[in-house]
């Protein structure tokens, strides 16, 4: 190849990663489902920006009342919890909360997690809880999720390289999830 044409090609490359580099995403998190009981197979993933939400939507399986539960993927990896919403107290429910943490908008009382921190999120997995996981606005499948399982939700940091990978090569490795 003539020194032109390194040139030429060296400069479309520097520009390519130039591009990207502004296009892509700030900081990133690989959220994963796994079932720790299965040796932590993989049931969904997706790769979120940090200021995505991820929101466990279910029905409490004693006192039957809707709950969710909204978190933020931490920078270390893990969540930071932001709040949770439900229409009743009880078994399993925010019972005693310091009333400056509770507010109310129609029939949900909103209690504020104030961000604490959470390496990752066990649920154990039942069908009459209706359980829906929400990152952002995607909807993760847990369609091959066996009733009565243990569920594992975990957040890790990405590189953006990750996100560029999944970008040029989609469908690599997402099982019940997007990239």
């Known amino acids: 190849m003539n020194r032109r044409a390194a040139l ?10 130039l591009v990207a580099g502004f296009l892509a995403p700030g900081p990133l998190a690989r959220v994963a489902v796994k079932l720790p009981d299965r040796q932590g197979q993989l049931v969904a993933s997706v790769v979120i920006d940090l200021d ?24 270390e990896g893990g969540f930071r919890a932001l709040k949770t919403k439900t229409t009743g107290t009880g078994t399993g429910l925010p019972n005693v909360v310091a009333d400056d943490r509770v507010k109310t908008e129609g029939r949900w009382l909103i209690v504020d997690e104030q961000g604490r921190y959470l390496p990752e999120i066990p649920f ?39 996100w560029l990978v999944a970008k040029l090569l989609p469908g690599r490795d997402k099982p019940g999830g997007e990239e």
Do not use: M
């Not at 995505?52 to 920078?75: D, M, N």
């Open 124 to 162: 154990y997995y039942l069908p009459l809880n209706q359980l829906r996981i929400l990152v952002g606005e995607r909807e993760l499948d847990l369609g091959d999720v066996p009733p009565g399982s243990r569920l594992r939700i975990t957040s890790e940091p990405q590189p953006v390289w990750h």
């Open 8 to 17: 030429i090609l060296s400069a479309v490359a520097l520009l390519c990663l």
């Open 52 to 75: 995505q939400r991820l929101c466990l939507k279910y029905i409490h399986s004693v006192e039957r009342t809707p709950v969710e539960g909204w978190f933020a993927p931490a920078e």
